[in-house]
């Protein structure tokens, strides 16, 4: 099994291909923005046309480095795989189930390192669904990580090693629909290359194929592909043989489908047919669990790729953590690129994000210094020290304090860690210290 990382000339990882972290058993929270050397003992930060060998979990594994433009490439090597990386397996209900051996939920995938409920929900199903070929129906708002799910469940699949194929259903038209889905044979009609066409259907044979944007899909088109559901075959334009379709269906829509199927827009009989296992997807405004551990991994993503240092303010933290992201994870990854490229000092500040995130934040806070009350609808006192105590005593009680109000007001440890301007593991430990 291979896979490819790409690293700057300091030997920074700021890309990974989505199997490393089964290879490797790195995920990819800790493996973007590590130095190589440090992530892989035995490997030497320098070009050589014989492979380097590392030891990773007891395994022998070889690294081949090349030389790009601007950077330099990673090929991880493990000759000695058995099929086994990167298979999800169903365990007795679910529990620890879905994961490669050696690795734990919340470990290896970057989806499998966010906190939040919703996400660990999905995860859970991924588990389960992966090691069957049930047709799979994601539906999430744009911008989700709708891909990035189907791409997971393929390569936790048994079909890993076989094609994984996309198609967008909203940017082909119309009349290209079927020839892209099945393909044609030479000279079905004028105009067509004259050694024929694969489609998806057959460029993914044994393989999955990732279906995008279902909804927009035509009618017509509906009931050909309903065709290949039921029979498992297909035909070619211009063929009368059909041939046999061995490939798992993967759908994303960000539409509802059930209110389209009700205008008449869906056919109810394909919408049943995909809907064997429906994930959906929660937007980011709903899980503000997972934007501090996203907001970290693209900042140090970007900071290593193009070899700058860049911090996030307590306050740049806080409006980002309370924005409403309507483009989701695809957004905050195109901000945080710009923002660390554009960002004149090292630290981004309040003043570095857009409008819009800086007068939400705005407007949040305005609100809350209007009308600042507790639960009981009273305004909140400031603290105060009455008396005279030793300075470690103060700040405890003054600290004891804070973090009550702040769990009172935030929905997560890393909304108060973001509040407060510290890690989210500190305010961990001191909730543990304040429990004991």
């Given at each position: 099994?291979?896979?490819?990382?790409?690293?700057?000339?300091?030997?920074?990882?700021?890309?990974?291909?989505?199997?490393?972290?089964?290879?490797?058993?790195?995920?990819?929270?800790?493996?973007?923005?590590?130095?190589?050397?440090?992530?892989?003992?035995?490997?030497?930060?320098?070009?050589?046309?014989?492979?380097?060998?590392?030891?990773?979990?007891?395994?022998?594994?070889?690294?081949?480095?090349?030389?790009?433009?601007?950077?330099?490439?990673?090929?991880?090597?493990?000759?000695?795989?058995?099929?086994?990386?990167?298979?999800?397996?169903?365990?007795?209900?679910?529990?620890?189930?879905?994961?490669?051996?050696?690795?734990?939920?919340?470990?290896?995938?970057?989806?499998?390192?966010?906190?939040?409920?919703?996400?660990?929900?999905?995860?859970?199903?991924?588990?389960?669904?992966?090691?069957?070929?049930?047709?799979?129906?994601?539906?999430?708002?744009?911008?989700?990580?709708?891909?990035?799910?189907?791409?997971?469940?393929?390569?936790?699949?048994?079909?890993?090693?076989?094609?994984?194929?996309?198609?967008?259903?909203?940017?082909?038209?119309?009349?290209?629909?079927?020839?892209?889905?099945?393909?044609?044979?030479?000279?079905?009609?004028?105009?067509?290359?004259?050694?024929g066409k694969k489609g998806v259907f057959e460029e993914a044979e044994g393989g999955t194929l990732?279906?995008?944007?279902?909804?927009?899909?035509?009618?017509?088109?509906?009931?050909?592909?309903?065709?290949?559901?039921?029979?498992?075959?297909?035909?070619?334009?211009?063929?009368?043989?059909?041939?046999?379709?061995?490939?798992?269906?993967?759908?994303?829509?960000?539409?509802?489908?059930?209110?389209?199927?009700?205008?008449?827009?869906?056919?109810?009989?394909?919408?049943?047919?995909?809907?064997?296992?429906?994930?959906t997807i929660p937007p980011l405004r709903e899980r503000t669990e997972d934007i501090y551990p996203?907001?970290?991994?693209?900042?140090?993503?970007?900071?290593?790729?193009?070899?700058?240092?860049?911090?996030?303010?307590?306050?740049?933290?806080?409006?980002?953590?309370?924005?409403?992201?309507?483009?989701?994870?695809?957004?905050?990854?195109?901000?945080?690129?710009?923002?660390?490229?554009?960002?004149?000092?090292?630290?981004?500040?309040?003043?570095?994000?857009?409008?819009?995130?800086?007068?939400?934040?705005?407007?949040?806070?305005?609100?809350?210094?209007?009308?600042?009350?507790?639960?009981?609808?009273?305004?909140?006192?400031?603290?105060?020290?009455?008396?005279?105590?030793?300075?470690?005593?103060?700040?405890?009680?003054?600290?004891?304090?804070?973090?009550?109000?702040?769990?009172?007001?935030?929905?997560?440890?890393?909304?108060?860690?973001?509040?407060?301007?510290?890690?989210?593991?500190?305010?961990?430990?001191?909730?543990?210290?304040?429990?004991?």
């Open positions: 099994m291979l896979t490819i990382a790409r690293i700057t000339t300091s030997g920074e990882i700021f890309w990974c291909s989505s199997n490393w972290p089964y290879v490797t058993g790195f995920s990819f929270l800790k493996t973007i923005g590590s130095k190589a050397p440090e992530l892989l003992p035995g490997y030497e930060l320098h070009l050589s046309h014989q492979a380097q060998s590392v030891i990773l979990s007891k395994r022998k594994l070889y690294v081949h480095t090349f030389q790009l433009a601007d950077s330099q490439v990673l090929i991880l090597e493990d000759r000695e795989d058995n099929g086994s990386a990167g298979l999800i397996t169903a365990g007795q209900n679910g529990a620890g189930a879905g994961f490669p051996q050696g690795m734990k939920p919340g470990e290896g995938n970057l989806l499998f390192d966010l906190p939040s409920p919703g996400m660990k929900g999905v995860i859970a199903s991924i588990a389960k669904v992966a090691a069957t070929d049930m047709t799979v129906l994601i539906h999430g708002e744009t911008g989700v990580g709708k891909e990035g799910i189907a791409r997971l469940i393929h390569e936790s699949s048994k079909r890993r090693y076989e094609p994984y194929v996309i198609l967008n259903c909203g940017a082909i038209p119309e009349t290209l629909i079927e020839s892209e889905l099945f393909g044609y044979s030479p000279g079905a009609f004028t105009g067509a290359d004259r050694t990732f279906l995008d944007e279902i909804g927009e899909l035509p009618l017509a088109s509906q009931v050909k592909l309903l065709r290949v559901l039921q029979e498992r075959s297909f035909k070619k334009i211009g063929q009368p043989r059909a041939i046999q379709a061995d490939v798992r269906i993967i759908v994303a829509t960000n539409r509802d489908l059930e209110a389209e199927v009700a205008a008449g827009r869906f056919r109810e009989d394909l919408y049943y047919r995909l809907c064997v296992v429906p994930l996203l907001l970290q991994f693209f900042l140090k993503k970007f900071t290593a790729k193009y070899g700058l240092s860049r911090t996030l303010s307590p306050r740049a933290i806080r409006s980002l953590m309370s924005y409403s992201w309507p483009g989701n994870i695809r957004q905050m990854e195109n901000m945080m690129e710009r923002l660390v490229v554009m960002a004149e000092e090292e630290e981004i500040t309040l003043a570095d994000l857009p409008v819009s995130v800086r007068e939400q934040a705005r407007q949040q806070e305005f609100a809350q210094e209007s009308g600042p009350a507790d639960a009981d609808g009273q305004e909140e006192k400031p603290i105060k020290i009455h008396k005279i105590l030793p300075l470690k005593e103060a700040t405890a009680i003054v600290e004891k304090e804070l973090l009550q109000m702040a769990r009172e007001r935030c929905g997560s440890t890393y909304e108060i860690a973001a509040m407060l301007g510290v890690d989210q593991s500190t305010i961990s430990r001191k909730f543990k210290q304040l429990s004991e």
